[in-house]
């Protein structure tokens, strides 16, 4: 089993920055794919980033030029930094993380960050 702990929400002003952060922790896993998703209220949860084990990333192409994903595999663990943070960007941010374990590939799920911009 892996577990996913994420922290760094909360409520910002719009054009204000956040950084959320993601450790996963359990035995005997290593990372393939760590990033980011959220969900709105009455949306479909979508992908915000998303970063492999050597760097490559992927974002949404709403949050492309302000939105940072970076991962430090020594510590298995993925950030995102948030800048110039819109109402619309108002969700439950929710870490996942693909893993190789056991001869198999595992997909897991953190519990979910609120981050709310408002003024």
């Known amino acids: 089993q892996v577990q996913l702990v994420e922290s760094g929400g909360g409520l910002v002003q719009p054009g204000g920055s956040l950084r959320l952060s993601c450790a996963a922790s359990?035995?005997?896993?290593?990372?393939?794919?760590m990033g980011w998703f959220r969900q709105a209220p009455e949306k479909q949860r979508e992908l915000v980033a998303t970063?492999?084990?050597?760097?490559?990333?992927n974002y949404a192409d709403s949050v492309k030029g302000r939105f940072t994903v970076t991962i430090d595999i020594a510590e298995n663990t993925v950030y995102l930094r948030s800048n110039t943070l819109k109402p619309e960007d108002t969700a439950v941010y929710y870490c996942?993380?693909?893993?190789?374990?056991?001869?198999?590939?595992?997909?897991?799920w953190g519990q979910g960050t609120q981050v709310t911009v408002s003024s």
């Open positions: 996942n993380a693909e893993v190789a374990r056991l001869g198999a590939t595992w997909r897991y």
């Open positions: 359990g035995s005997a896993f290593s990372i393939n794919t």
């Open positions: 970063i492999t084990s050597d760097g490559s990333t």
